[in-house]
């Protein structure tokens, strides 16, 4: 096993300016969710990802997929592996590759040597990719997600993708005593706690309440947050936990793992 790289691409709950949505980008070859952070990429490295991994259908996680398939198709010698869980594929499959919002790409240019292929995933069950073994675990969310883990040779690195309060999540991650960085969504502000519970996010005291259940110690870096609320979100979070060193994500940061 190498060392694993995992580059931020977009970190934002929305967009404006420099923000831009979920997305890493893993080695070179891999990408977790698919953000319009990926709309960074140059066109050469955009051609190069041969496999997306998606926490859940909603659009900010997935608006760059059906554009990078239409830009790179056509440059690539193998189909792009799309893995999400069973629901997540039949809500891309039924509203997004419906032909109507875009073509089908797992069926150009023909059935059986498609540009886009959908691998279903389970809860639990670690995905390995050329040697990196990525584990999605469910979370609680509006809409079915999960969260994901990956395993280095230098330590685990654990995202939450988008998520409420739950206990799973926490329970298999204190299972990794290797776990080196945690990257956990924090959406709204603690004003508007009514709205974070009904669309199933996260808010700093909600955070707090979260943390607590996590026995080990990574780094731990805060992303989803809602444009124009960063600093007031921050220092919500550093109020509460003054102790905790908690960091803000930004765009570019690179984790080795
Ligand atoms: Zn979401
Ligand atoms: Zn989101």
């Not at 190498?2 to 420099?18: A, D, E, P, Q, R």
């Not at 230098?154 to 005593?177: C, I, K, P, R």
């Not at 080196?180 to 508007?192: A, G, S």
Request: charge should be negative; hydrophobic fraction near 40%.
């Amino acid at each position: 096993m190498t060392t694993t790289s995992i580059k931020v691409l977009g970190c934002s709950g929305g967009v404006g300016g420099i923000a831009r949505t979920t997305s890493f980008l893993i080695d070179q070859d891999v990408l977790l969710d698919a953000g319009t952070g990926v709309m960074n990429l140059a066109l050469h490295q955009l051609a190069a990802i041969d496999h997306v991994l998606i926490t859940h259908a909603h659009l900010d996680h997935i608006v760059s997929l059906p554009l990078l398939l239409d830009s790179v198709a056509a440059m690539r010698k193998k189909p792009l592996q799309v893995y999400a869980q069973a629901d997540t594929i039949e809500v891309l499959r039924t509203h997004i590759f419906n032909w109507q919002i875009w073509p089908d790409f797992s069926q150009i240019p023909d059935a059986k040597n498609p540009y886009l292929q959908f691998n279903t995933i389970a809860v639990n069950e670690p995905v390995v990719i050329g040697g990196r073994e990525i584990k999605p675990v469910a979370v609680e969310h509006t809409v079915p997600a999960v969260g994901y883990i990956i395993k280095g040779e230098q330590g685990s690195f654990a995202f939450s993708g988008d998520m409420t309060e739950n206990d799973h999540f926490w329970q298999v991650l204190n299972q990794y005593s290797d776990l080196k960085y945690l990257v956990v969504e924090t959406t709204f502000p603690d004003e508007q706690i009514e709205l974070t519970k009904l669309s199933k996010h996260l808010c700093p005291a909600m955070l707090t309440s979260e943390l607590a259940k996590l026995q080990l110690n990574p780094d731990i870096f805060i992303t989803h947050l809602m444009p124009g609320g960063e600093k007031t979100i921050m220092d919500q979070i550093k109020g509460h936990m003054p102790d905790k060193g908690l960091h803000q994500l930004q765009a570019d940061h690179i984790f080795k793992i």
